[in-house]
Nanobody, 127 residues
Framework: QVQLVESGGGLVQAGGSLRLSCTVS????????MGWFRQAPGKEREFVAV????????YYADSVKGRFTISRDNVKKTVYLRMDSLKPEDTAVYYC????????????????????WGQGTQVTVSS
C-alpha cells in the first residue's frame, strides 16, 4: 500500500517562503514521477510542478515558475516544494501525487496521470 504524507504547510506573510515535504511509504518511490498540485477555495485542483524519477526533467505551472522549486531525495523517499516570494493567490491546499513511469518529455499536468495522492497540507499567505 502506497501512502503519501505532506508536511510543512502553514501561515506566512506575502513575500515569505515555505518548504513543503511529501514522504512516501510503500511502492517504489525511485521510479515514480512526483507532482505537486494545489486547490484554492472554490476552485479546481491545479497542477503546480512535477519531477521525473531521476530529477532530470522538471516542469512548473507558469504561475509559479521562477518562485517555486521542486526537488526529490530518493534515499529519503521524499519530494520537496520550496516556495519563495509567496503571494496571497498561492493560498491553497497543496497535494503531492505519485505517478508511474514518465519519460519527462511533456508536462505531466493531468491528475489522471497520477496513481497515489496525499491528504494535503494548507498553505495560507496573508497580504
Amino acid at each position: 500500500q502506497v501512502q503519501l504524507v505532506e508536511s510543512g504547510g502553514g501561515l506566512v506573510q506575502a513575500g515569505g517562503s515555505l518548504r513543503l515535504s511529501c514522504t512516501v511509504s510503500g511502492g517504489s518511490f525511485s521510479s515514480y514521477a512526483m507532482g505537486w498540485f494545489r486547490q484554492a477555495p472554490g476552485k479546481e485542483r491545479e497542477f503546480v510542478a512535477v519531477i521525473k524519477w531521476n530529477s532530470d526533467s522538471i516542469y512548473y505551472a507558469d504561475s509559479v515558475k521562477g518562485r517555486f522549486t521542486i526537488s526529490r531525495d530518493n534515499v529519503k523517499k521524499t519530494v520537496y516544494l520550496r516556495m519563495d516570494s509567496l503571494k496571497p493567490e498561492d493560498t491553497a491546499v497543496y497535494y503531492c501525487a505519485a505517478g508511474g513511469y514518465w519519460k519527462g518529455t511533456y508536462p505531466l499536468e493531468s491528475q489522471d496521470e497520477y496513481d497515489y495522492w496525499g491528504q494535503g497540507t494548507q498553505v495560507t499567505v496573508s497580504s
